[in-house]
Each structure stands twice: as structure tokens, then as C-alpha cells.
Nanobody, 124 residues
Framework: QVQLVESGGGLVQAGGSLRLSCAAS????????MAWFRQAPGKEREFVAA???????YYAGSVKGRFTISRGNAKNTVYLQMNSLEPEDTAVYYC??????????????????WGQGTQVTVSS
């Protein structure tokens, strides 16, 4: 059974940084795409970033140049380094993974496995 556990969320001032982590278990993830999504109150879940098994990355335009997605050496951990945070980045951040998507897949419904989410709050 695939499980994803996020950590690293919190409260930060605008301009600050946070690093989110997602640990995956229950399968061999070396061939899986791993991604981050976020959902703000009253809004739909939106794509943030994704990374392929070969470390190709893809970002939403709103975070490109500020956020960096990476994978651990064992391929079952994914990180999201978030710099220059803005109040608009406030949301619950979710880790997602799937074997049958591309790293450019941005549709939430395409991903089968999800974590429980971690809250990121950016104060102005």
C-alpha cells in the first residue's frame, strides 16, 4: 500500500523560505513521477512542481524561479525548497505520485496517490 507523508510546513514571513519533504513507502518509487500540489481555501487544487525518475523537472509559472523540486538518492523522498515566499503561496501543500504520468502532467485527477497535506502560511 503506497503511503506518502509530508512534513516541513509552517508559518513564515513574506520573503522567507521553507523546505517541504515527502517520504513515500509501500512500493519502489524509482520509476514514479513525484509531484507537489497546493490548495488554498476556496480554491481548486493546483499543480506546483513535478520531477521524473530521471530528475527532469516541471514547474507552474507562478513558482518557477522561486521553488525547486528534488529527489533524494533513494528516489522515495521528494523535497520542495520554497524561497521568496509570498502571501499568495499560502495553502495546504500535498505530495502526489503515480507511475503512469509524465512529469509534465498537471491534472490532480491523473495522480493516484496522495499525502495528507501540510499547511504553509505566509504572512505579509
Amino acid at each position: 500500500q503506497v503511503q506518502l507523508v509530508e512534513s516541513g510546513g509552517g508559518l513564515v514571513q513574506a520573503g522567507g523560505s521553507l523546505r517541504l519533504s515527502c517520504a513515500a513507502s509501500g512500493s519502489t518509487f524509482s520509476n514514479y513521477v513525484m509531484a507537489w500540489f497546493r490548495q488554498a481555501p476556496g480554491k481548486e487544487r493546483e499543480f506546483v512542481a513535478a520531477i521524473s525518475w530521471s530528475s527532469n523537472t516541471y514547474y507552474a509559472g507562478s513558482v518557477k524561479g522561486r521553488f525547486t523540486i528534488s529527489r533524494g538518492n533513494a528516489k522515495n523522498t521528494v523535497y520542495l525548497q520554497m524561497n521568496s515566499l509570498e502571501p499568495e503561496d499560502t495553502a495546504v501543500y500535498y505530495c502526489a505520485t503515480d507511475l503512469y504520468v509524465r512529469h509534465t502532467t498537471t491534472t490532480p485527477s491523473s495522480y493516484d496517490y496522495w499525502g495528507q497535506g501540510t499547511q504553509v502560511t505566509v504572512s505579509s
